[in-house]
T-cell receptor, first 116, second 113 residues
């Protein structure tokens, strides 16, 4: 595996349903990030992990959103009681920590959520 | 609060032209700056990363420059091709302990043959 992988690539759901996205980072990277991108906008930071610890959460991450990274490997992002405003591309990225490396982020192909 | 602006929002050029995409940021105390390419409906592909101590980076037909003091970066694309058509995003990492990239909205480039 040479890149960040995300699953599913596209999810269509009805309002009020729960959805879960999975991200598998580059294996030697211990930082993992979630971003959200809506049409015509740049990606917006949601949360990030260093190993299994969730170190920062954006104010964009409402109580309906939860992210986990058990054992510091893959991560999941769950959205409960989805709303139409949650429709977006959810992007995952990974990196080495800054200070020991360049801090370059590598992104996956994204998971597109459509809430009807 | 760091803000990143990209101008123009969209650009159309004929094949073969050299072009410049602009990125500006409000807080010059950055750790690095990264340029990405995004094709429609796809994820982000890293193009170039410039550390705060560097002035430019080159990869093939791409050259990115950084002027921290003025809060600006440019992405120069030489001899543009239709395959260069995509959205180009600029992002800055605030500092060594910074946790997340701050992105601009991107410049959508269309190169016609």
């Amino acid at each position: 595996d040479t890149g960040v992988s995300q699953d599913p690539r596209h999810k269509i759901t009805k309002r009020g349903q729960n959805v879960t996205f999975r991200c598998d980072p580059i294996s030697e990277h211990n930082r993992l990030y979630w971003y959200r991108q809506t049409l015509g906008q740049g990606p917006e930071f949601l949360t990030y992990f260093q190993n299994e610890a969730q170190l920062e959460k954006s104010r964009l991450l409402s109580d309906r959103f939860s992210a986990e990274r058990p054992k510091g490997s893959f991560s999941t992002l769950e959205i409960q009681r989805t709303e139409q405003g949650d429709s977006a591309m959810y992007l995952c990225a990974s990196s080495f920590p800054t200070g020991t490396n360049t801090g370059e982020l590598f992104f996956g192909e994204g998971s597109r959520l459509t809430v009807l | 609060k760091q803000e990143v602006t990209q101008i123009p929002a969209a650009l159309s050029v004929p094949e073969g032209e050299n072009l410049v995409l602009n990125c500006s940021f409000t807080d010059s105390a950055i750790y690095n700056l990264q340029w990405f390419r995004q094709d429609p409906g796809k994820g982000l592909t890293s193009l170039l990363l410039i550390q705060s101590s560097q002035r430019e980076q080159t990869s093939g037909r791409l050259n990115a420059s950084l002027d921290k003091s003025s809060g600006r970066s440019t992405l120069y694309i030489a001899a543009s091709q239709p395959g260069d058509s995509a959205t180009y995003l600029c992002a800055v990492l605030a500092n060594q302990a910074g946790t997340a990239l701050i992105f601009g909205k991107g410049t959508t480039l269309s190169v016609s043959s």
